[in-house]
């Protein structure tokens, strides 16, 4: 018999136990071993069975348990404890308002942004709340998490998803099945965020014909962080626009951009509404992580438009406190909707219809060279509406720049507007607490905490002392742990797949706590290469079954719903694991999530990432095993490419950038990475030294963690972005109060209408001795063509550096000129400066003109505007000095 309704009754705790409730609601549980500790205690059996989720433990715990419980002193006392440590934690100085009151008093400019809000479609925060799908979600959890941990005072803002992400099972022929889990709000740590009265806050959009989308506004407390997640499925909502929040990165192209303008335009009306109920400061920055969040700089500028202020004006007011963070290498990853759709649901008879439709679509319109101009593209929209952008690893900023170069025409890629912070992940949560109780053994509880969410090489430089046996033992403990729920999770999916519990007897022998581990987990697009290790299958049976160094692989990972060639792929393997002669040595374990990566991390010795280079635009699982001492073995692609030393992981050559098909291409790479397991990798783990013990491979353990631990942390990652992007946004936001977004504006216009008419007549250069030798001068001599602007306008620069075969310039570095002269009746002027020969070798130099405004904020190429020399310019100009 089923329930015709479902609803939560929540506990009622005694009096002395009220402060559970406090610490349940707030997710830094979720990274605090002590409050874990307080609430196992409550209930092991019950603690496990709830998934290791607070709220559903409380809802479970018998009543004459909790009464024994308010009585036993020793559990109040820790409680008291850990109640303490939240309210510190919550409300003391951080890292963010040392750094504030210093910024104050050096600079007395305002100091810190007030407030930031970090727009996401998707936040892995813990596995209690599944609204994630993978890397994208995963690491804005943890950027609150740091941000938290900090003291940075953002604002999380994305979407409650009623159905979250899909549950991954197999079917008996190894083929994908979806299920969507139903999410009752009420059963999660949230609350929902009421008006003065009582009543639910409720933001609006409306939409073509009349119709509204309306979403009530859940609140997560991460930490010091708010996270609101905007709910359609309320009652006011017609069926059709309840569904808007059913799943995550479901439904057709107009069902996503519903969700897009709910995250992004209604977004930002929660956040008005929360900072009105609660007295938390305005946000004077606006981060969007992807371009899914895109809207909000439109809703932004209809804001400015309700009191008067014209949309170029406005425009430039949000551009300057907005950041853009792009996170695909893949054309293919960015939303891109049909012109059409997106006109329909702006002006005046739907969404903001103080903005003309035509002024959105130019925002997100493709109209570049290569680009489809008939198509919106979401990451676009941000990039324009952004005045800072990054990429998240170094190799991915290049590559970003290279994708939107088009964006900026006439201007080399390294000049594209694109900057890099390199992602990080959040310790606290990754780390096992085997690594954690080890680490303050060493150092101490309150110092292993802090180098695991605020860094320092000095805490992490500890390492160094631990003894050899006790790494290994520590290293051997995790992976029998990944073995007993490998073997856990294995039989469970075997049971779904339709076994007998009397076939599954062997699943006791699978993996083994002595062998060497090597994990590979993430989604499941083709360009990861989840099957590159089956292409020579007989030599990883040999790998897999060796009788003196054998390996075993654990694999997990999920397929897109609507990505049949994934399924594939995950089909593939699976068959290939299913073989009785290698299902002991590897297995595929379905439904990857948070909860199985906290186990998989910590128990593999070796993390595999095999992606086609340059497509990984970081790749932080890799970053996550390497905090438990897992080594890495990667192709030098993401933040791999930027960190590996051979000391402590190894890279997988690579033939990208060869003529060759991409068959030949993963022969050749796969056969490079048995090689690299064969010779170098299972050698080292099993060569023992004079004690017994794999010495080498230890002291490589040890490398990743002194030398990688205080790169790859969040606390790293946020620390960048507030200084390298929210405290300028904010500084240049606080400067372009009305009047100068109006001035910069109708500049904008003016130097557009007459860039046509600027140009570089000629160059002369003379230089100082007969021939061009290091440390010699050339005197540039430039004559230029303003049109209707002034040398205020412009800068005139002298572009020098090496330059290759073909004469581009490398390495190059602007040296701006100086007016002389001018205008001559035919409006010309003349502008000269010298040119320091710095360096030896091929050399060149060229010369250009920019705008140049002083509120400009996004470089020389925000406007995408240069003038160059024509090839009639000059004998001299482009010179090139060997």
């Not at 891109?336 to 003309?356: K, M, Q, S, T």
């Amino acid at each position: 018999m089923k329930a015709i309704r479902r609803f939560t009754v929540r506990p009622v705790l005694p009096e002395p136990l009220a402060p559970l409730a406090e610490l349940a609601r707030n997710l830094r549980w979720s990274w605090h071993p002590r409050t874990r500790d307080l609430f196992r205690a409550v209930d092991p059996r019950l603690w496990e069975a709830s998934g290791c989720d607070p709220v559903r433990l409380l809802g479970g715990v018998p009543a004459a348990r909790l009464a024994e419980l308010a009585g036993d002193a020793e559990f109040l006392r820790r409680l008291g404890e850990c109640a303490d440590d939240l309210r510190e934690y919550v409300t003391g100085d951080r890292w963010y308002q040392e750094q504030a009151r210093d910024q104050e008093q050096a600079r007395g400019d305002g100091g810190l942004p007030r407030a930031v809000a970090y727009f996401s479609p998707e936040f892995g925060i813990t596995a209690a709340l599944p609204q994630y799908s993978g890397g994208l979600g995963i690491l804005a959890g943890d950027h609150l998490k740091a941000a938290s941990d900090l003291g940075a005072p953002l604002i999380g803002v994305g979407l409650l998803y009623r159905h979250g992400y899909f549950r991954q099972s197999l079917s008996r022929d190894a083929w994908q099945q979806e299920h969507y889990p139903v999410l009752d709000p009420n059963e999660l740590p949230l609350d929902l965020l009421r008006e003065v009265d009582g009543t639910p806050a409720t933001v609006a959009l409306a939409l073509p014909s009349g119709r509204s989308l309306r979403a009530h506004v859940w609140q997560a407390q991460v930490g010091r962080v708010p996270l609101l997640l905007l709910d359609s499925d309320v009652e006011e909502n017609d069926p059709g626009e309840r569904d808007v929040t059913d799943r995550l990165y479901g439904g057709g192209s107009e069902h996503r951009l519903l969700q897009e303008m709910l995250l992004g335009i209604g977004g930002v009306r929660a956040v008005r509404a929360y900072c009105r109920l609660t007295g938390h400061p305005d946000p004077e920055v606006f981060h969007t992580n992807e371009g899914h969040a895109g809207f909000l700089g439109l809703e932004r500028i209809h804001e400015l438009a309700l009191h008067d202020v014209a949309f170029d004006a406005a425009l430039e007011s949000v551009r300057a406190g907005t950041v853009f963070t792009t996170h695909t290498p893949v054309p293919a990853g960015i939303d891109r909707f049909d012109r059409e759709l997106v006109a329909r649901h702006f002006g005046p008879a739907a969404e903001l219809p103080r903005i003309d439709a035509a002024d959105v679509l130019r925002l997100g319109m493709e109209t570049y060279p290569g680009g489809e101009p008939n198509l919106f593209n979401m990451a676009v929209m941000g990039l324009r509406l952004g005045s800072r952008a990054n990429g998240v690893s170094t190799l991915h900023g290049a590559v970003s720049r290279e994708m939107f170069a088009g964006l900026w025409p006439g201007f080399d890629a390294d000049e594209v507007p694109i900057d890099s912070v390199t992602n990080g992940v959040h310790a606290p949560t990754w780390v096992a607490p085997e690594v954690f109780r080890l680490g303050a053994r060493q150092i101490g509880e309150r110092r292993t905490e802090d180098a695991l969410s605020v860094g320092g090489s000095d805490r992490w430089d500890a390492v160094a002392d631990i003894r050899d046996a006790d790494i290994w033992e520590l290293r051997r403990t995790l992976r029998e742990q990944l073995v007993h729920e490998v073997r856990r999770r294995l039989h469970d999916s075997w049971r779904q797949r339709g076994a007998a519990t009397a076939e599954l007897g062997w699943i006791d022998g699978v993996l083994d706590p002595d062998v060497l581990t090597i994990g590979f987990a993430r989604r499941v697009p083709s360009y990861k290469r989840l099957t590159l290790m089956l292409r020579d299958r007989d030599r990883l049976m040999e790998l897999l079954r060796h009788p003196e160094r054998p390996v075993q692989i654990v694999v997990a990972g999920k397929a897109h719903p609507a990505d049949d060639g994934g399924k594939r792929l995950i089909q593939e393997l699976v068959r290939f694991t299913d073989d009785p002669r290698v299902r002991r040595h590897i297995v595929f374990l379905p439904d990857y999530g948070m909860a199985m990566a906290q186990k998989l991390y910590p128990g593999c010795d070796v993390w595999l990432n095999n992606p086609l280079r340059p497509l990984e635009a970081c790749g932080t699982s890799g970053m996550k095993a390497a905090l438990n001492g897992c080594l890495n073995l990667s192709v030098l692609d993401g933040w791999w490419d930027e960190w590996f030393e051979p000391d402590f992981g190894w890279a997988i050559p690579t033939a990208d950038g060869a003529a060759i098909d991409e068959d030949r291409r993963d022969d050749l790479e796969a056969a490079a990475l048995y090689d690299l397991l064969e010779q170098r990798i299972a050698p080292r783990f099993y060569e023992q030294g004079p004690g017994g013990l794999p010495d080498r491979w230890i002291e490589m353990v040890r490398r990743t963690l002194t030398r990688l631990g205080p790169k790859v942390l969040a606390g790293r990652m946020v620390r960048e972005y507030v200084e390298k992007l929210y405290v300028p946004a904010a500084r240049a936001q606080r400067a372009l109060d009305a009047p100068a977004a109006v001035e910069l504006a109708g500049w904008k216009a003016r130097v557009r209408a007459a860039w046509p008419r600027v140009a570089v007549d000629h160059v002369e250069a003379s230089a100082s001795g007969a021939t061009a030798e290091l440390g010699a001068t050339l005197s540039l001599r430039v004559r230029v063509h303003l049109g209707e602007l002034t040398p205020d306008d412009v800068e005139v620069q002298v572009v020098a550096g090496r330059v290759d075969p073909e004469d581009h310039l490398g390495d190059a570095s602007p040296v701006p000129l100086k007016p002389v002269s001018g205008p001559d009746g035919e409006g010309r002027r003349v502008y000269e400066g010298p040119l320091a020969l710095d360096r030896t070798g091929p050399f060149g130099y060229t010369v250009r003109i920019l705008p140049a405004h002083r509120l400009l904020g996004g470089g020389a190429a925000e406007l995408g505007l240069v003038a160059l020399p024509s090839e009639a310019t000059g004998e001299e100009a482009g010179v090139l000095m060997r």
